[in-house]
């Protein structure tokens, strides 16, 4: 047309930039289609999860869980995830208030899944659990769990400032309590040399920290909801000796006046426990003190000798 003289020369330079912007625009949208496309798929996907229903439904008008003391039954528990495969047998076992149970075992012996079934993730198949006297079927699952800190092997920290994280557990907790309980999980002094201190906001759930200060943290953290019963599945990352040992100190703070059940990869961290409940295949095999086990040269006693014998040749135990 321009050649026609039907129009301007600045008519065309005027089309030709008009359309490179057209095309600019059809080209973002096309890519956002792509990406509408995923995350429709994504959407749907946690939608799935969403939907889940939890494994057990509270009974009808379930009474809220007193403020528990911390007396613990396991009365002939038999359970098992699945009909038909059976993954504990016959565990009967009776933590007093304030009393600390070691678990331990090979790997799949069921230690996990006792603890599952004590904060009834889980439903069993014969004979009761009890706290306080009170069945745990019977009460609310949320007011049940509220009352038992868990310190879990992935420590979870929420992508806020320490403080916050700490206040978590219990918003009624003063900064003053916060710091103390920081002081006991040996925290404190990691965190006073973070940028701001108590202020400092955790990026991406805690990455700006060593994994063994996010469990010190996670340590602090249940220090100040400090409720009457804590679980415990012991991490068994490699963390250095000395962090390791800071890590034990807190532990031990923890577990002051709570009855605890604590779940040892490494035999030394229930060495003071009260009870120690040696599961294999589902079953209480043996249990006792560590004295009293080391005594029987049994189950127990093979496992300590083992680990013993691999830390003196240096292998890193699980
Ligand atoms: N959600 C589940 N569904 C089915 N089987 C499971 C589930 N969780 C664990 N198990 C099985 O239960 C057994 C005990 O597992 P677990 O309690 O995790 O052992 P531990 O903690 O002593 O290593 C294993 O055989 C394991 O495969
Ligand atoms: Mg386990």
Do not use: W
């Not at 494994?55 to 007396?71: E, F, I, L």
């Not at 004979?127 to 979870?156: C, H, Y």
Request: proline share 3%; with cysteine.
């Amino acid at each position: 047309m321009v050649m026609e003289g039907m129009a301007e020369i600045g008519t065309l330079i005027a089309f030709i930039g008009f359309s490179f912007s057209l095309l600019g625009a059809f080209t973002t949208i096309f890519s956002s289609y792509a990406q509408i496309l995923n995350a429709i798929v994504g959407a749907s996907r946690v939608f799935e999860v969403l939907d889940q229903k939890p494994g057990v439904d509270d009974r009808k008008n379930a009474p809220a869980m007193p403020a528990v003391d911390g007396d613990v039954i396991f009365d002939h528990v038999d359970f098992s995830y699945i009909p038909e495969r059976r993954i504990l047998t016959d565990n009967t076992f009776h933590a007093r208030p304030g009393q600390v149970f070691g678990l331990c075992g090979p790997t799949g012996a069921g230690k996990s899944t006792i603890i599952n079934i004590l904060t009834r993730y889980y439903d069993i198949e014969n004979g009761a659990i009890r706290i306080d006297g009170n069945d745990v079927r019977e009460v609310k699952q949320d007011t049940l769990r509220i009352q038992i800190a868990q310190v879990q092997q992935e420590p979870f920290l929420f992508s806020d400032t320490i403080m916050a994280n700490l206040k978590y557990a219990r918003e009624s907790a003063t900064d003053e309590e916060c710091v103390q309980a920081a002081q006991q999980a040996n925290a404190h002094d990691f965190i006073l040399q973070q940028p701001k201190g108590y202020h400092t906001i955790l990026v991406d759930g805690g990455t700006n920290l060593s994994q063994g200060q996010r469990q010190m943290l996670t340590i602090a953290r249940a220090i100040v909801a400090n409720p009457r019963m804590l679980i415990l599945d012991e991490a068994t990352s490699n963390v250095d000796t000395r962090t390791e040992k800071l890590i034990q100190e807190g532990l031990l703070a923890l577990q002051k006046d709570k009855t605890s059940f604590i779940i040892a990869h490494r035999l030394s961290t229930i060495q003071h426990a009260d009870q120690i409940l040696v599961i294999d295949k589902g079953a209480i095999v043996e249990r006792g003190s560590h004295t009293e086990l080391m005594m029987k040269k049994g189950f127990y006693f093979d496992l300590y000798m083992s680990q013993f014998r691999g830390k003196l040749s240096g292998i890193v135990m699980e």
